[in-house]
């Protein structure tokens, strides 16, 4: 049996899953930069003004959102932020629901 999610055309296409998308992409996209500006800043062999100008160009250079503790883990198929497993990029409440309807293949009610 193949695994199939079913098809909610009304959830999936969510402002919040769209801004987490484009967040993912400015985090790719400007890690390199990042992590040079970074170390500049740190380097304490480097002056002291020469820091600060370098600081004030990566304030003004890079993107606020190209910072990975900006991203947000959400539900594919509901955009809810908040219970999301990782491993399904589901939260908590579509694993529940997808389960009961038999749609998760090997989950099945527990019962003791």
């Not at 296409?13 to 992590?35: A, C, F, I, P, T």
């Not at 304030?59 to 999301?84: F, I, M, Q, W, Y």
């Amino acid at each position: 049996m193949k695994f199939k999610l079913p098809q909610y055309q009304f959830i999936l296409g969510q402002r919040g899953n769209v801004k987490d998308h484009m967040r993912r992409m400015l985090v790719q996209e400007h890690e390199v930069d990042r992590s040079v500006f970074k170390a500049m800043v740190t380097d304490r062999t480097l002056p002291l003004d020469m820091r600060l100008q370098v600081q004030r160009l990566f304030e003004t250079e890079v993107p606020k959102d190209s910072a990975a503790t900006r991203v947000v883990n959400r539900c594919v198929l509901t955009g809810r932020a908040r219970g999301v497993w990782r491993f399904a990029r589901m939260s908590r409440i579509m694993i529940r629901q997808l389960a009961h309807q038999g749609q998760l293949p090997g989950v099945s009610k527990a019962s003791w």
